[in-house]
């Protein structure tokens, strides 16, 4: 029955019983959420949905023995043979068919703040990715870059004036920020508004010089942001932005014309009607009076040209919510303009965070908050007592202070909006990143400590304590968890559990010694322990964070 897996196992057995075929009862049996009232071994299963009249835990007793009797047997095999791909590999999955997906996150604007939005923005946007390619599907990752617009005809400006070559390649991010505050305090007088302008409209030629110069603010930037994400575990696979459709946006206000829905107003403005009884109460403006592109337009552009050349199945933005009009809108204009396709775009929006600063203040860039994280975790770790000599703490500190970071970022629904604290998010009890990070370094340095040879050959038998039953149990859960994920691209399912895991995990870990117990029941608990780690980690790597091995 190697191959059998433990649900599908549970699903025939019931069939019969039910007289229903199988494959429609894998997605409505659930393993029993361990609960902390009733800390009894319990490896029912609940049956809700099968039918409409059926209540839940209906399973009859000799099936409910069975199923336990599997499941114990099961569990520890199938996290250890499958690895990383345990949960993924579920029969959930087995009827969701493989897509390509293409993600746009993170998305900053060049010159500008990197604020906190851009952080949850590549948080969440990488999870999803994680998720999904987890799950086999294809995946693209895009950066849609604020590279375009007036702003760069200020700082163009303010290049020429206050700019320094040096600074420009050796930090580009810090430079080009500092010069466009700089430019914007001078901005107030005619003569510097008619020169950005007269920049602008330049690039807009396409003007070499001009453009040479944008491009290299612009590569510079990718440079140091690539470096930055790095620091984050993030990667894209395209650098797109909106630069790269001011030619396509034209094309695009051609095609409204076409097809008659582009109107226009006294002032000269270009606007579409989105209205149902088009009487105009509701419009979306794609054009300004000059005839140039807006961010809707090039958003237009750039939803067309994402779609002719990936050819996806779904195209996710990801930005926070103050954003969802926008994205209410390009998606009402794509419909009228006859893509069907517009019914696989979705907008991922997220919530505000508030209070967000560091100790020298508010957060201009993304390295701002890297940096903050990881010297207030290298703080902590040096004031407790049991930390061990560690080999890099730098490396340590930061791998912890962002999985501190993400957690508590991912812990809510995620539109809501919530209230940043260094302190809460650092704790190293309860339900943080950091409890995360230190137990699956605790568990690592137990596989450690008695040799992490793979374990196969276990006596399952030996695991009848319900602290032990308790950590199996949830082990079951997982790709149930996955799949919710996968369904609403919430990740907090993800998250709750895995702190869930660890404190089961710490109780046993105390309760089940290893050490001094007969070689056949350390062996099935090292195997537990073991199990638990690799469930633990496999989570954490899908939530963006990077699990470490001592801390
Ligand atoms: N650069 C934009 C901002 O910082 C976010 C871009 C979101 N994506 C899009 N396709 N409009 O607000």
Redesign the pocket.
């Known amino acids: 029955m190697a191959a059998c897996s433990f649900r599908r196992s549970i699903a025939s057995q019931l069939s019969k019983v039910l007289d229903l075929p199988p494959e429609n009862l894998i997605k409505s049996i659930s393993a029993v959420p361990v609960s902390k009232k009733r800390r009894v071994a319990d490896f029912q299963l609940s049956i809700a949905s099968v039918t409409e009249d059926n209540s839940r835990d209906c399973l009859a007793p000799d099936l409910h023995l069975q199923a336990q009797k599997l499941a114990e047997g099961t569990v520890l095999r199938q996290v250890l043979k499958d690895g990383s791909e345990y949960g993924v590999k579920s029969e959930l999955f087995s009827t969701v068919p493989k897509q390509k997906a293409v993600i ?1 996150f993170s ?3 060049i010159a500008k703040k990197f604020h906190i939005g ?1 952080l949850r923005s590549t948080i969440v946007g990488n999870f999803i990715a994680n998720l999904k390619v987890a799950l086999g599907h294809e995946v693209i990752r895009m950066n ?3 590279d375009w617009g007036m702003q760069f005809g200020l700082l163009g400006v303010g290049f020429q004036l206050f700019g320094n070559k040096e600074k420009l390649k050796t930090s580009p991010l810090q430079h080009l920020f500092e010069v466009y505050v700089q430019i914007n305090k001078a901005a107030e007088d005619e003569n510097t508004k008619k020169l950005a302008k007269d920049f602008f409209r330049k690039l807009e030629e396409h003007d070499e010089q001009t453009l040479s110069l944008w491009k290299q603010f612009r590569d510079f930037s990718i440079d140091e942001y690539i470096r930055i994400y790095k620091r984050l575990g993030v990667h894209f696979d395209e650098y797109s932005g909106e630069s790269f459709y001011q030619e396509k946006s034209k094309e695009v206000l051609k095609m409204l014309e076409n097809k008659g829905l582009l109107q226009k107003t006294i002032k000269g403005t270009g606007i579409v009607d989105l209205s149902e009884k088009k009487d105009l109460s509701s419009f979306s403006t794609v054009m300004r009076s000059d005839g140039t592109s807006l ?1 809707i337009t090039r ?1 237009l552009a ?1 939803a067309i040209d994402r779609m002719n050349k990936h050819n996806c199945d779904t195209m996710i ?1 990801v ?1 926070d919510k103050s ?1 969802s009009n ?1 994205f209410q809108q390009l998606f009402q204009i794509l419909k009228l303009m006859g893509y069907d396709w517009v019914e696989r775009c979705q907008h991922v929006s997220f919530g505000l965070v508030q209070g967000m600063k560091t100790r020298r203040g508010e957060v201009i860039f993304l390295e701002d908050v890297l940096n903050e994280v990881r010297s207030r975790m290298l703080e902590n770790m040096a004031s407790t007592k049991t930390t061990k000599e560690i080999e890099d703490p730098m490396e340590t500190a930061e791998k912890v202070g962002l999985a501190a970071l993400i957690i508590q970022d991912f812990q809510g629904l995620l539109s809501s909006d919530y209230q940043f604290s260094w302190d809460r998010a650092l704790q190293s009890r309860g339900d943080t990143g950091v409890f995360l990070q230190y137990t699956h370094a605790r568990l690592h340095s137990l596989e450690q400590m008695h040799g992490n040879e793979q374990l196969t050959d276990i006596n399952v038998a030996c695991l009848q304590e319900p602290d032990a039953i308790s950590v199996l149990q949830h082990l079951l859960r997982y790709d149930e968890v996955l799949y919710r994920s996968s369904q609403d691209l919430q990740p907090k399912h993800i998250v709750s559990y895995l702190l869930t895991l660890s404190h089961l995990a710490a109780v046993a870990h105390k309760t089940l010694p290893v050490k001094g117990s007969t070689p056949e029941l350390a062996q099935a608990r090292l195997c537990l322990f073991q199990a638990a780690r690799s469930v633990l980690a496999n989570g954490m790597k899908l939530l963006g964070i990077t699990p470490v091995t001592q801390m």
């Open positions: 746009e998305s900053p604007n851009h849609y870059l604020g961010y958003d750039a933005y930005t954003q926008h």
